[in-house]
Each structure stands twice: as structure tokens, then as C-alpha cells.
């Protein structure tokens, strides 16, 4: 199996949100499940009945984040040395040429993109386009809404 690209950040998020879910999410529902069992009749009890499927979630979500954890190639940017180049975990800094408007990108696994804290997928248009580049190089992006250039302005491996 392909192991997926994942910064040492992303891996961490995923470890504690799985570390809430068995800690602090599951111990709650089988309380509420006890509860709402203690309350009679199961097959007309609203109670145990979402209480059972909120824990089906759980369950589900717990399962999802070890298979990506045991999928996961992770990789800590910091010891990067790619020789100012763009690559998975870099951070750049580009500037739209058509707009002059410059904007920073770090580069992250598809689970740890988040457009507006400026991270993209190592999957999306401009990281596929500024992946293997450096500074000064220009990288053209085929976007939805046409072709677009972007000058790499700096890069960074935080």
C-alpha cells in the first residue's frame, strides 16, 4: 500500500484528536448508552438510540485516523535539505503575477490542507505547479478559472 505524505504537525493533530476520542469521547457514550439503557424499553428509547450511533462515529473516526497514522509517511520538514527547491512540507511564498498580490503556501498532506491558515494539498493545482521549483522561477498553474503565473518569492522549511 502507498504510504501518504503527512507533516510531523499533521500526524501530531491526528494523534491527539485520537487520543480524545478514546480518552474523553468513547468513555462519555458508553456512560450515556449505560444511562439510557437503565431508562427501559430499547426499541423506543431516543436516548440509547443516538447514543449508539454517536458511538458508531467514534468508532468509525478512531479506526480512520489509525489507518492514515499506519499509512502515513511522515516527515519532518525541519530537517529537509532540498536545496531551495519546493517540496512536501516547504513553505513558499509566491506572488500572482497578473495581480502582483503575494501569498505564502506550505505544501501538506490532503488531510492537513487548509486553505485559509495557508495550507494546500501536495494534490492541488499550485503545489503540483510549484513542487521542484525555486526561487525566482516562475510556476504556471492550470486552474478552474484559467492559467495563472506565479512567481516563487521565497521558500522556507519550518
Known amino acids: 500500500m502507498n504510504k501518504t505524505p503527512m507533516t510531523t504537525r499533521g500526524a501530531e493533530k491526528l494523534r491527539e484528536e485520537l487520543n480524545h476520542l478514546k480518552t474523553v469521547a468513547r468513555p462519555r457514550v458508553i456512560e450515556a448508552i449505560a444511562e439510557a439503557r437503565a431508562h427501559g424499553d430499547l426499541k423506543e428509547n431516543a ?34 535539505n532540498p536545496g531551495g527547491k519546493v517540496v512536501f512540507g516547504a513553505t513558499a511564498e509566491i506572488e500572482d503575477l497578473a495581480s502582483g498580490e503575494v501569498v505564502t503556501y506550505q505544501i501538506v498532506g490532503e ?20 513542487i521542484g521549483k525555486q526561487e525566482g522561477d516562475v ?7 484559467g492559467t495563472r503565473e506565479y512567481e516563487i518569492v521565497s521558500v522556507r522549511y519550518v
Not at 436516548?47 to 519532518?76: M, P, S, T, V
Not at 510556476?139 to 478559472?145: E, L
Open 47 to 80: 436516548e440509547y438510540q443516538a447514543a449508539r450511533e454517536q458511538q458508531g462515529f467514534i468508532e468509525g473516526r478512531i479506526k480512520e485516523i489509525e489507518a492514515k497514522l499506519a499509512n502515513a509517511q511522515i516527515i519532518d520538514v525541519t530537517r529537509l
Open 111 to 130: 488531510d492537513e490542507a487548509e486553505i485559509k491558515e495557508g495550507r494546500i494539498s501536495v494534490t492541488s493545482p499550485i503545489a503540483r505547479a510549484l
Open 139 to 145: 510556476a504556471t498553474v492550470q486552474a478552474p478559472g
